[in-house]
């Protein structure tokens, strides 16, 4: 069974880019389509974009100028870059398995602040 | 980009009692495949969402049967058919027919 295990900072500061890894276990990330959702505190699911290991990949239009996707196959690994920080961009962030996905890590909570 | 409208937002159920949610697309979720991409997703307090349903009406491995999905083109719900307490929560649905993904705006289950 695939896991996937969201790491990175819990605190960012405004206009900082965030980084965060998915690490996949129990299969490879060389299948599929994986995809990067937030939920901010108390709202609804936000899909920010999906990358296959090919190296397609898409975007919300909403985020496009802020982020980059990309796979790490020989480590197995998913990442997300989000500039320009705002206190808009404090969610939960999760990476899942999958373009309409099938299987979700547990989520990083995120805090932009100074 | 597509938009999913879920109603009710909010829906208070009796244990043993059914529910149903609607998911209404802005345009025709049926590929030229044959196939119309409308899932459902759970998120229980505190937790990640997971898949119940997928291409409207198939539940994946482990889901209970009182779940069920039903709809075509820009119309879906969502019964399940007698609330349990382990049903509380928000559910999502998504439409996977074309980048980017969207999900309605989710809708709270209590009881």
């Known amino acids: 069974q695939v896991q996937l295990q969201e790491s990175g900072p819990g605190l960012v500061k405004p206009s900082e880019t965030l980084s965060l890894t998915c690490t996949v276990s129990?299969?490879?990330?060389?299948?599929?389509?994986w995809t990067w959702i937030r939920q901010p505190p108390g709202k609804g699911l936000e899909w920010i974009g999906s990358?296959?290991?090919?190296?397609?990949?898409y975007y919300n239009s909403s985020l496009k100028s802020r982020v980059i996707i990309s796979v790490d196959t020989s480590n197995n690994q998913l990442s997300l870059k989000l500039a320009s920080l705002t206190a808009a961009d404090t969610a939960v962030y999760y990476c899942?398995?999958?373009?309409?996905?099938?299987?979700w890590g547990r989520g990083t909570l995120v805090i932009v602040s100074s | 980009e597509i938009v999913l409208t879920q109603t009710p937002l909010s829906l208070s159920v009796t244990p043993g009692q059914p529910a149903s949610i609607s998911c209404r697309s802005s345009?025709?979720?049926?590929?030229?495949?044959?196939?119309?991409?409308l899932y459902w997703y759970l998120q229980r307090p505190g937790q990640s969402p997971q898949l119940l349903i997928y291409?409207?009406?198939s539940r994946l491995s482990g889901v209970p049967d009182r779940f069920s999905g039903s709809g075509s083109g820009t119309d879906f719900t969502l019964e399940i058919s007698r609330v349990e307490a382990e049903d509380v929560g928000v559910y999502y649905c998504?439409?996977?027919?074309?980048?980017?993904?969207?999900f309605g705006q989710g809708t709270k289950v209590e009881i």
């Open positions: 291409e409207i009406s």
């Open positions: 899942a398995m999958g373009a309409s996905p099938f299987s």
């Open positions: 998504l439409q996977g027919l074309q980048f980017p993904r969207t």
């Open positions: 990358i296959r290991y090919s190296g397609s990949s």
């Open positions: 345009q025709s979720l049926l590929h030229s495949d044959g196939k119309t991409y």
């Open positions: 129990g299969g490879s990330i060389s299948s599929y389509y």
